[in-house]
């Protein structure tokens, strides 16, 4: 059973930037597992921000960029905001099964 | 504006069939090119990928839930649904339906407000 792994939470300052990471079980990640990222906040639906590694929707802020670091898929959030304190979410493609993180809190103070 | 809206039931006793159907807005299904999928989220699971359905009615499920979830589409309604049985408190969850690209399989753009199916007795 694929497990994908997530930071349970980190706290970054108004202005810093944060990277979030999602691993595999399974080995390494690359761009065959077309890693995404979503945002969920209480009461709404998750929103899409990455998909396909590092792809953009039109609506994701050009503060926050994917990408792989260190066999990992990471979502970079910078000159970060409060309204970015959320819950995040990243999924991985692997043999035929979306499998999504188990989420990362990040808070902002 | 494309929308997704889910109706069924939110309540549901142990043992029997869980029922949910996303009404689609704006786009016609039956235009090709889109996964049409149901996910759930619950805090003891996370974010679960339930299956898909695509415009000719081809199907994938999560390996997990394959044995108790059917997932139909009807073109001329506009909507698809989810039929998941022998339900057990486990399944309690707020269930999603969203759309995704066939060509960028997890581009999942637009997911419906979410329908809140509690299992019990």
């Known amino acids: 059973q694929t497990v994908v792994t997530q930071e349970p939470s980190v706290t970054v300052s108004p202005g810093g930037t944060v990277t979030l990471t999602c691993g595999s079980n399974t080995g390494l990640v690359t761009t065959a597992y077309y890693p995404a990222w979503f945002q969920l906040k209480p009461g709404q639906p998750p929103r899409a921000l990455i998909f396909g590694t590092n792809n953009k929707h039109s609506w994701t802020p050009a503060r926050f960029s994917g990408s792989l670091l260190g066999g990992k898929a990471a979502l970079t959030l910078s000159r970060v905001q409060s309204d970015d304190e959320a819950d995040y979410y990243c999924v991985l493609y692997y043999r035929r099964v979306f499998v999504f993180g188990s989420g990362t809190k990040v808070t902002v103070v | 504006q494309l929308q997704l809206q889910e109706s069924g039931s939110g309540l549901v006793k142990p043992s029997q069939t869980l029922s949910l159907t996303c009404t689609v807005s704006?786009?016609?299904?039956?235009?090709?090119?889109?996964?049409w999928n149901w996910i759930r989220q619950s805090p003891a699971m996370g974010l679960e990928w339930i299956g898909y359905i695509y415009h000719s009615g081809s199907v994938d499920y999560n390996p997990s839930l394959k044995s108790r979830a059917t997932i139909s589409i009807d073109t001329s309604k506009n909507e698809f649904s989810l039929e998941l049985n022998s339900v057990t408190a486990a399944d309690t969850a707020m269930y999603y339906c969203?759309?995704?690209?066939?060509?960028?399989?997890?581009?999942?753009?637009?997911w419906g407000q979410g329908a809140l199916v509690t299992v019990s007795s």
């Open positions: 969203a759309r995704s690209l066939v060509v960028a399989t997890t581009f999942f753009d637009y």
């Open positions: 704006g786009d016609s299904i039956g235009s090709g090119g889109y996964s």
